[in-house]
């Protein structure tokens, strides 16, 4: 496979919240995705991991808000409702299982 630029990939994005597989680890996805505004609350059967390309983004969980910014991560735990948001485009490399869906939960 030739080597791959997650920001050039993240510029073919036009719509936020629909990321674009990138590659596949094993069993799971790497996608990258824009950020932009504010996402319904959900939750999935399986963990996701969020990391910052460009940009700050919030992610609500159930028990805190947590501020990311360029080069941080967070693990969200299967199960966990979730809710991400941010004010400006904001682009986040994500890695998860292939084929998980969200379960709304509002």
Request: glycine fraction near 8%.
């Amino acid at each position: 496979m030739p080597k791959v630029n997650l920001l050039k990939e993240g510029k073919k994005i036009k719509v936020p919240f629909k990321p674009l597989p990138v590659c596949k680890v094993g069993s799971s996805n790497i996608l990258v995705g824009i950020i932009k505004g504010e996402y319904k609350k959900h939750k999935h059967p399986y963990d996701e991991f969020f990391y910052i390309l460009d940009g700050k983004i919030v992610l609500e969980l159930e028990k805190e808000k947590v501020s990311l910014s360029k080069g941080e991560g967070i693990l969200v735990k299967k199960g966990e409702e979730h809710r991400t948001s941010s004010r400006h485009k904001s682009l986040v490399m994500l890695f998860e299982r292939c084929g998980m869906e969200s379960q709304f939960t509002e």
